[in-house]
């Protein structure tokens, strides 16, 4: 089973180390992140999760940090991804916040989880509201806003199911420094988005993997019943109502009753402590993207060429996106770029990275219905042959639909959209 | 409370130990009031957790062992768990003062509070000192049997810990049998935790001790419903060993195991996706098996929208799913397109996996007519809405920035063409377009692919030769350039510039690598032999020139000394060998071996189906299991170390029959027959899990030639081996000589032959009698092959490890002569000699000279030669040198052909060899050189 379980730092630092065998070999930790850092010299692909050195190592990145649990047997690999992304979970339930720091700060209180967590390399628990029993330790809570917004953490970020910022930065366990508990639950409904155009415009594939993320503090652990769309189905079922939500998958927690679901898509849960998906879904069915990006292109001399691209907006107006990026790669011989907005252009950043090759634009807030257009000139040092330009956007936007409150307990309902891969081909 | 642990890391000027001691001690022996005494245990807190901290951080505390172990007796939970982390790591530097703590841990296995209780027990299942485990047992034995199951399901697990360190301890407590009691607990985690338990115990025991019985198989799917996930994997993964008695219970299984597939927790349903994929092969029922797999299509789907880790667990794992069943995902291949954001291992796993699962069906949109288009919108009323193409996938990776990836996407496409002939056609003009682009290592992927596609459907796609020939010039890749000119070379008579075109890669022949050069060779043979007109003779000569004289590469001057004879020769039987028919060939790239796929498939959701290795190839035995064995005199009944590790590892090599060894029984008729081999502490440090160690029980015969010595008596502290492998009476021995200068008397001596490249082991018993001081023994070691097979390149070192009762295990090297292995029916009659030096290609001959060797009389070398199992079948003079050509045999039949020129009476013979396993030449010259030396 488990051998050891350890956290690294970017840096390489030991922040946490476990030996739960008695069996590890010295500085196996440093031998892993040689293996990891160097393991392609280029720096751009990240290290597969698993490899062989003597002991298997199995690791996750969560928040810029590297947890990783080693093994000598043929143990389920995703047992042990599963089980490091949970600890992740846990230790920031217990913390607020997961970096260096806090780590430091808790070390007793990490060990002392870790020890409930994991015994003798079996996992036992990674419940928040189970561990809360067995743990004694207080987590010693360091200010969120103290914290530099854009760590260089942050850039490890990306992908991951959480945005930075938008997570909750509160400790399951601490008390506030007021006194008493606030009875809060907080819901999100994560939808990434996946989207292919072709280069005619039309959609190739699209998909949304959902999440429904639940995070209670909520005193007495009451029942709580959340309603879903009442046209749902799962699976490639005959029925297609005008309207109807059919997902292709979907699975829940296990604190999940499904007894009405059948009946009337209501699910019912006693919370537990801690942040946990309530329920993760798939689906395929076709969908109105938000996003149109059209590009066009031309050659304005022998060694210049005019890119313009157009971005709309296709959803209602009161919805804002929030952080678009759009990417552009271009070709090696592209020596300069000059970029011209469309004019009162507000928020927008434009960039052309030399490292990459890529042509950047960012915009801050778009407007639900309307379209901004970028156009580039681009300066070749090389007879343009050939044409391998295509466009791969991957638009991060967030849209924040409403905030609803009642008068106790707080509830607050939020729906985030993310990009997944969001690529327009040329 | 807003105290702050990072400030316990802070340094102080003082000695950090010394001020730590202090702290720890202050309190102890002061008479305090009830109020100040929650001060002062604050303050322990603090000191430990300095402590800890220092410990963490790798500093070495130990020196505080007793400090610490006196805060050890409190009723503060906190306090208690940071004193038991600072024991579980020092106890084992300092066994003596541990036992300190043994009293408190005793009083603790009965406190009223169960959280101390099972801190208790699983603390001190952690200590791995010998004087805490015979303190272990009776607390664990109370702890088993608790009331609360928090203790109950610490227990269970500690049955294992102690196993680990004591396995005899828990057979002789019977805490088996109180763990499989466990089993029927009514709280679900306790369950879990004593099948985990059983399930390692059972790892690594030889025994059957955990047996799943239909019983047991009842009251774990009962407990699979209320488990945690964890424990649901522990389940899951322990019934994957029931194999079920018939279809019927197959059936049930799967019914109650289904419902996990849809769990939020990828392990929980890779573990169920096992279990069910395994009762599958018994169910007969073809509704239900398709019922199943359409099943299990979407939760296996799912997986991939997790974090890219786990999806390329899941993707690997797909990929032996899909090859086995490739009807699970045959509609979902686009799921597996990639998405941008992926990180670059999950595109190259998810390509793998789009190469298997495309089909006819999905390849391309060309390939249908219209209506096959409407007979399937009717059947897959999406899909057709979608018109997604593989074809069209892939070329738009091959467009990509990330090199590596638009490399495999190339190859994609060519892997496709070959693997589906309808839609070759229109892959090829796929690629087409692709190398239009000019992208250089596109183009020249393509043209690698495009010549496989050449050999798989030969006269079809020739036409395109011309636009290949376009890009000639940009090719800098040896791959792809040896690939362009064997092209060429084999489509001379179609381009009407070949010889042109060749000739332009002639100026850098010799900087070219030796793939290229090679290639540029028989391309330019197989010219001349199409066109034999002026040009190509003088550019034959050229390269012929180039590859005999100016070359130092053997391979390639002896491939251009080949042709040009042939050529010299008879230029009709060049044609025949050289413009022979080639084999057509298939996609089998990146398929698994169905014996391997079948394990692999057995062990979906662990490790080894990531990797794609059986377990063996990865997992080794710990140390501890095989110290127990030792301790255990060497108990028989352990065939274990047979069924552990298959005898014949992936090269699938057959064992060798036991001819050989009756062989030897009726020559030495005395000896017992060979036991079994043990594994053992020796085979563990030597890597080797199979082995033969063979207790000592018959004395030898001392006789024969002086042996090489292996072991200097100044190494082996007074005992001095010397050894040889010897060929007599078709058997291959190990003679070896025993001097013993010690002062004691030596016995029990055992030996074992580490794997080795030709799997040598011992076939039968070491027979070596007590060893006097001062005296010698000599014995014959019968050996067999093909045991141990190590893997990697050849080598002919042999690591022997020799034991006896009196000293440690004595290590040495000893080299292969590899002569020994030439077996007796090595002789061939001419027409079978010729034949077989016909059948095999040019690359397999090879060439060495040894300058110093004279042959004096012909007649008294041949001799020595057939006494070593080399046979002379012909001779031939040429000009002034004698030519002369014999044959040996290898095990398993593998045929060596000889040439051996020479000037009779004067230094130097050139000597070439051919053989189907060039891969051995170095041994093989190796061993005639030693032949003809002696």
């Known amino acids: 089973m488990i051998l050891q379980f350890f956290v690294l730092s970017q840096r390489g630092d030991n922040i946490v180390y476990r030996d739960y065998r008695g069996e590890a070999q010295k500085g196996s930790a440093e031998t892993f992140f040689r293996k990891v850092k160097f393991w392609k010299e280029d720096a751009e692909g990240d290290a597969p999760p698993v490899f062989v050195d003597g002991v298997n190592y199995f690791h996750v990145k969560v928040a810029g940090l590297l947890f990783v649990a080693t093994t000598r047997v043929n143990v389920s690999p995703s047992l042990v991804l599963e089980l490091l992304q949970r600890i992740a979970r846990v230790i920031k339930d217990y913390l607020g916040v997961l970096n260096e720091d806090s780590f430091r700060k808790n070390f007793v209180l990490v060990y002392e989880l870790l020890d409930e967590v994991i015994d003798f390399g079996y996992v036992q628990t990674t419940s928040t509201e189970v561990l809360k029993s067995y743990v004694f330790n207080e987590p010693i809570v360091i200010d969120a806003a103290r914290m530099p917004p854009l760590g260089p953490a942050s850039i490890f970020m990306q992908g991951s199911k959480r945005m930075p910022g938008t997570a909750i930065t509160k400790s399951v366990v601490a008390n506030e420094p007021g006194g008493r508990k606030r009875d809060e639950i907080f819901v999100d409904v994560i939808e990434k988005i996946s989207v292919t155009f072709n280069s005619s415009g039309f959609i ?77 879904y798939r689906m395929t069915q076709p969908f109105k993207p938000p996003f149109r990006i059209n590009a066009l292109i031309e050659e304005t001399g022998s060694l210049k060429a005019e890119v313009t691209i157009k971005v709309r907006a296709e959803f209602n107006s009161s919805v804002n996106a929030n952080s678009v990026l759009i990417q552009m790669p271009l070709p090696s011989f592209t020596a300069r770029v000059n970029f011209e907005l469309e004019p009162g252009a507000v928020g927008h950043t434009t960039d052309f990275k030399e490292a990459n090759k890529r042509l950047e634009w960012g915009l801050k807030k778009v407007v639900g219905g309307s379209e901004h257009t970028l156009r580039a000139k681009l300066t070749f040092s090389q007879e343009l042959h ?38 327009a081909r040329l | 409370m807003s105290r702050n642990d990072s400030k316990y890391f802070s340094t102080t000027k003082k000695g950090e130990i010394p001020e730590l001691k202090e702290e720890l001690n202050s309190q102890h022996g002061m008479r305090i009031s009830l109020l100040y005494f929650h001060v002062l245990q604050d303050k322990r807190k603090d000191a430990v957790k300095k402590v800890i901290a220092a410990m963490t951080v790798g500093k070495d505390v130990s020196s505080l062992f007793t400090d610490v172990v006196n805060c050890m007796q409190t009723e503060n939970l906190e306090l208690k768990k940071l004193v038991y982390l600072y024991l579980i790591n020092y106890a084992k530097s300092q066994p003596d003062l541990a036992i300190l703590a043994v009293n408190t841990f005793v009083k603790d296995s009965q406190d009223p509070n169960p959280l101390i209780r099972a801190l208790a027990v699983r603390t001190m299942g952690c200590i791995r000192v010998d004087k805490i485990t015979e303190y272990l047992c009776d607390p664990l034995q109370r702890c088993l049997k608790d009331d609360d199951p928090y203790v109950r399901k610490t227990a269970a697990i500690c049955v294992a810990k102690l196993y680990d360190i004591n396995a005899e301890l828990v057979e002789d407590r019977g805490f088996l049998d109180s763990l499989k009691d466990l089993i029927s607990d009514n709280n679900p985690m306790v369950v879990a935790n004593a099948v985990a338990a059983l399930a390692e115990i059972q790892e690594s025991s030889s025994r059957p001790i955990f047996e799943i019985t239909s019983n047991i198989l009842a009251k774990l799917l009962t407990a699979l419903n209320e488990c945690t996930e964890w424990g649901q994997v522990f389940i899951l993964d322990a019934l994957s060993r029931y194999k079920a008695a018939d279809a019927r219970e197959a059936e049930n299984i799967v019914e109650r195991v289904t419902p996990r597939l849809q769990h939020a927790n990828c392990a929980v349903v890779l573990s169920a996706v096992k279990m069910i994929l395994q009762q599958m092969e018994l169910i007969i029922s073809t509704d239900v098996v398709r019922n199943l797999c359409k099943k299990m299509a979407p939760p296996l789907v799912t997986l991939l929208s997790a974090e890219p880790e786990i999806q390329y667990v899941a993707l690997r794992n797909i990929n032996l799913i899909v090859q086995r069943r490739p009807t699970i995902l045959a509609h979902e291949i686009k799921v597996f397109f990639c998405k941008y954001n992926d990180p670059i291992y999950v595109k190259m796993e998810k390509l793998e996996i789009m190469i298997k699962l495309a089909s006819d069906r999905n390849i391309d949109q060309a390939s249908f007519t219209f209506f096959q288009i409407a007979a399937l919108s009717f059947a897959y009323p999406f899909n057709i809405v979608e018109h997604f193409f593989v074809l069209l996938e892939f070329k738009e990776y091959a467009t990509e920035v990330d090199v590596e990836f638009v490399r495999k996407a190339v190859r994609a496409i060519g892997r496709c063409a070959i693997k589906l002939e309808r839609a070759a056609e229109r892959c090829i003009s796929v690629l087409l377009e692709l190398i239009k682009i000019k992208v250089n290592y596109v183009v020249q992927e393509a043209i690698i692919v495009i010549k496989d596609i050449f050999r798989r459907y030969p006269n079809t796609y020739e036409s395109i030769i011309a636009t290949l020939c376009e890009s000639l010039d940009t090719l800098d890749e040896p791959e792809a350039k040896a690939s362009m000119i064997w092209i060429i070379g084999e489509y001379a008579e179609r381009i009407d510039n070949a010889d042109e075109l060749l000739e332009s890669f002639l100026e850098s022949f010799p900087e070219e690598p030796a793939q290229v050069q090679l290639q540029l060779l028989t391309a330019t043979v197989k010219l001349f032999l199409k066109k034999p007109t002026e040009g190509p003779q003088q550019m034959i000569q050229v390269v012929l020139n180039n590859a005999t004289v100016e070359t130092d590469n053997p391979d390639l001057r002896d491939r251009a000394y080949i042709y040009w004879r042939l050529l010299s020769t008879d230029p009709e039987a060049a044609k025949d060998v050289v413009l022979a028919e080639k084999p057509v060939i298939t996609d089998d790239s990146n398929q698994l071996d169905p014996s391997l796929l079948d394990e692999l498939l057995v062990n979906i959701a662990t490790v080894s189906s990531v990797y794609h290795k059986p377990p063996d190839a990865f997992v080794t035995r710990t140390l501890s299991s095989a110290q127990k064995t030792e301790d255990d005199d060497y108990p028989e009944g352990s065939e274990i170390g047979y069924s552990e590790s298959p005898a014949n590892p992936a090269n699938g090599f057959t064992s060798p029959p036991s001819a050989s060894f009756t062989a030897r029984a009726s020559v030495a008729p005395a000896s017992p027959p060979p036991t079994p081999p043990v594994p053992d502490l020796l085979g563990d440090l030597m890597g080797t899990d199979n082995g033969s160690i063979v207790p000592v029980d018959q004395p030898a015969t001392p006789t024969g030639p002086p042996l090489p010595i292996v072991l200097l008596a100044s190494t082996g502290q007074g005992l001095q081996i010397s050894a040889q492998l010897t060929r007599q009476d078709g058997q291959i021995f190990y003679s070896m000589l025993f001097e013993n200068n010690t002062q004691v008397p030596l016995d029990g001596f055992m030996i074992q032959f580490n794997k080795n490249t030709f799997g040598l082991a011992a076939a039968g018993t070491l027979q070596v009698p007590q060893v006097q001081p001062g005296t010698s023994v000599r014995t014959l070691l019968p050996m067999v092959m093909f045991q141990n097979m190590s893997q990697g390149p050849p080598s002919s070192v042999l690591q022997v490890a020799v034991k006896n009762s009196q000293q440690p295990v004595w290590y040495f090297n000893d080299k292969i002569s590899f002569h020994v292995f030439f077996t007796e029916d090595g002789r061939m009659e001419r027409p079978t000699f010729l034949e077989t030096w016909r059948s095999l290609p040019d690359s397999n001959e090879v060439s060495r000279d040894f300058p110093g060797i004279v042959i004096g009389s012909v007649d008294a070398t041949l001799d020595r030669l057939a006494a070593a199992n080399v046979f002379f079948i012909a001779k031939r003079k040429n000009a002034n040198q004698d030519v002369f050509y014999l044959s040996a045999k290898i095990p398993r039949g593998i045929p060596l052909l000889i040439e051996l020129t020479t000037v009779v009476g004067s230094p130097g013979v050139k000597c070439a060899i051919k053989t189907p396993s060039s891969e051995l030449s170095p041994f093989f010259f190796e061993a005639i050189e030693t032949l003809l030396r002696s």
């Open chain 1, 204 to 280: 190739l594939t699209s998909e949304i993997d959902g999440t429904i993320q639940m995070k209670s503090y909520l005193t007495g652990n009451p029942e709580i019943r959340l309603a879903l769309n009442e046209d749902l189905s799962i699976g490639t079922s005959d029925y297609r109502g005008s309207g109807a939500v059919i997902l292709d998958d979907c699975n829940f927690h296990e604190s999940v009753h499904l007894d009405s679901f059948d009946v009337d898509r209501t699910l019912s849960l006693v919370p537990p402590d801690g942040e946990f998906p309530v329920m993760n």
């Open chain 1, 386 to 423: 050939g044409n391998i330009m295509k466009e791969a956007g991957p638009v991060k936007y967030l849209q924040i639909a409403k905030t609803s409150k009642t008068q106790n307990p707080y509830r607050w309902v939020r729906y985030v959209t993310q990009a997944n891969s969001y690529v």
